[in-house]
């Protein structure tokens, strides 16, 4: 389980996260969603290690996240759009990534075959399309099985095929007790898949708690609507 408990951010004058309190349990799907510039990228970067609260605390199955980053062995990441060096193949990649692990217990390359790419990692990168690279990043948050997912719009450039495989696989992950974390602003994806829903304003947390209880709370059919009775809420 990860606790956040009055994380705040500023960056010079703008205050980015203001006093945030959120529970991500294991074995749950969270989405985070909100208006742009609600603090989300930020938030995952604090969770991250790249980027350091200014104030509160983080924990990790009760022990504080550590501050040198460390803990990120533990997090699977998927960006919405991933830096690779283009020289590289997508073999050499996961050949690289996996020896920076200094010879992790568990490498799965399951979702590799999944999305049958092995035609692909001879490949050099920078040759790739847009879509394949992106099941290259998804299969590398998923390499070392880790206890916590932090998925940045991951079906992003995904075809229809390869976006059902991909949250087939985050529901396993959930099935497995992870932690997950999603960001998207396709709303009929995060109805799939979120168990519990945030909702980012200006760096403070307006609702938290499960998807069934926004629904109620909003008397909306479903979470795109009650999403959308939260911003205009916000907004008046």
Do not use: C, W
Request: aromatic residues 2%; glycine residues 8%; proline residues 6%.
């Amino acid at each position: 389980m990860i606790e956040m408990r009055g994380v705040s951010k500023s960056f010079g004058r703008v205050r980015v996260l203001d006093a945030l309190d959120l529970s991500l349990r294991p074995g749950r799907i969270t989405a985070v969603v909100g208006p742009n510039a609600a603090g989300k990228t930020t938030l995952i970067r604090i969770l991250l290690g790249l980027v350091h609260a200014d104030a509160g605390e983080i924990t990790l199955d009760g022990a504080p996240l550590a501050a040198d980053g460390s803990s990120r062995g533990r997090i699977g990441y998927m960006p919405q759009i991933a830096r690779f060096p283009e020289n590289l193949t997508a073999r050499e990649l996961l050949e690289l990534v996996t020896s920076l692990r200094e010879n992790p217990p568990v490498v799965d390359r399951s979702l590799l075959d999944a999305f049958g790419l092995e035609p692909e990692l001879a490949q050099p990168l920078r040759t790739l399309s847009g879509g394949t690279r992106q099941k290259v990043n998804a299969a590398l948050a998923l390499l070392f099985a880790p206890d916590v997912l932090v998925l940045d719009e991951p079906t992003a450039g995904l075809d229809p095929v390869s976006s059902g495989i991909l949250k087939d696989r985050i529901l396993e992950e959930r099935a497995r007790g992870r932690t997950v974390l999603i960001t998207s602003h396709i709303m009929s994806e995060l109805e799939e898949l979120a168990d519990d829903v945030a909702f980012l304003v200006d760096g403070r947390i307006r609702f938290a708690g499960p998807v069934a209880e926004l629904k109620a709370r909003t008397r909306q059919a479903n979470l795109e609507r009650a999403i959308a009775h939260l911003m205009i809420r916000e907004a008046a």
